[in-house]
C-alpha cells in the first residue's frame, strides 16, 4: 500500500516573488495529485499550535524552530506506518530543510525497508539539505529520486509530477 504523507501551509505565502494568500497550499496541491493518480492513502502533518498564516510571522516561527532544533507536536498522528511499502513524503523547503513538524512525524516510525518518495515545494532553493535531513532520520528506509517544484508554478506542473511518478 501507498501513503502520501505531507506538510503544507495555506495562508500569506511568499509567492513568484511576492506575497499572496493561498486557501490551500502549494504541497498539499501536489499531494492531492499524486494521492488520486496512485490511489493513495493521504495524511496531512500538522502542527499541534498552527504557523501564523502571516507570512513574516510565520518565517519567525520556523527559524525559532530551528535555532532551538524544536519537534513540535503534533496535532495528531497514524498508529502505525506498518502497511504501507511506499510513503510519499511532502513538505516546503523551510530554511533548507524539512520544516521541524516533519522530523516529528518522522522520528514517530520505523522506516527500516520503506520507500521514500520525497516531493519539495519551494521559491528558488529546491531540495537544498532536506534530502540529507531525511536520509539521517529515515536511514534504514530506501529513498528514491526526490521530486522538487517551485511553488508558484505548481498549478503548471502537473506533467512534470506525472512523469516523477512514472520514473518511479
Not at 506575497?19 to 499524486?34: C, D, P, S
Not at 532544533?69 to 506506518?81: C, D, G, Q, V, Y
Request: aromatic share 10%.
Amino acid at each position: 500500500m501507498k501513503l502520501v504523507a505531507y506538510y503544507s501551509r495555506g495562508g500569506e505565502n511568499h509567492f513568484g516573488g511576492q506575497k499572496i494568500y493561498l486557501e490551500k497550499g502549494n504541497t498539499q496541491k501536489v499531494a492531492e495529485l499524486i494521492a488520486d493518480k496512485l490511489g493513495a492513502d493521504t495524511f496531512k502533518i500538522e502542527p499541534l499550535v498552527p504557523y501564523s498564516e502571516n507570512y513574516d510571522e510565520c518565517v519567525r516561527e520556523v527559524v525559532a524552530d530551528f535555532r532551538n532544533n524544536a519537534r513540535p507536536e503534533l496535532k495528531e498522528n497514524l498508529e502505525s506506518i506498518d502497511k504501507y511499502d511506499e510513503i510519499y513524503l511532502g513538505y516546503p523547503n523551510y530554511c533548507g530543510d524539512m520544516p521541524k513538524v516533519v522530523y516529528t512525524f518522522l522520528e514517530s516510525f520505523d522506516f527500516t525497508n520503506k520507500i521514500i518518495h520525497p516531493f519539495c515545494t519551494h521559491e528558488g532553493s529546491g531540495l537544498a539539505n532536506s534530502v540529507k535531513g531525511l536520509e539521517s532520520v529515515c536511514h534504514s528506509a530506501i529513498i528514491k529520486k526526490p521530486l522538487a517544484l517551485k511553488g508558484s508554478l505548481v498549478d503548471e506542473s502537473r506533467d512534470a509530477i506525472l512523469d516523477w511518478l512514472k520514473e518511479e
